[in-house]
């Protein structure tokens, strides 16, 4: 893999969840919260959970291991937790730009 490929993949990362949570913006506070039969039970849950992964990964990558995920509670709304999540996004993309091939 080149360094190149992998800025890539994650610009495309960044790229798809601006979508997803653009799309998420059309659903109401209760949708957004509501209770539901996807595996990780509601939509804010399945945004929480993948927030989460990316937050885990980073964190390793850092030397870390967290002693536990991201609670849904924390992000009461979409904006809470598009907030977080652009920070997240910042931390990632400046943890890449400071990556050489030989990283990899």
């Known amino acids: 893999m080149t360094l190149e490929y992998f ?4 610009d495309y990362n960044y790229w798809v ?3 997803i949570l653009a799309t998420a913006e059309k659903v109401s506070a209760e949708q957004f919260a509501a209770k ?3 595996s990780y ?3 804010r849950g399945t945004l ?8 885990v990964w980073l964190t390793r990558w850092h030397g870390e291991s967290p ?3 991201l609670k849904e509670e924390l992000f009461p709304t979409l904006a809470a937790l598009r907030a977080r999540w652009s920070e997240e996004e910042n ?3 400046a943890f890449i730009a400071r990556l050489s091939q030989k990283d990899l």
Do not use: I, P
């Open 7 to 10: 800025q890539l993949l994650y």
């Open 67 to 69: 002693a536990a995920l």
């Open 91 to 93: 931390k990632m993309r």
């Open 36 to 38: 539901n039969s996807s």
């Open 17 to 19: 969840n601006h979508l």
């Open 48 to 55: 929480v959970h993948t927030l989460a992964a990316e937050w």
């Open 41 to 43: 039970g509601s939509v």
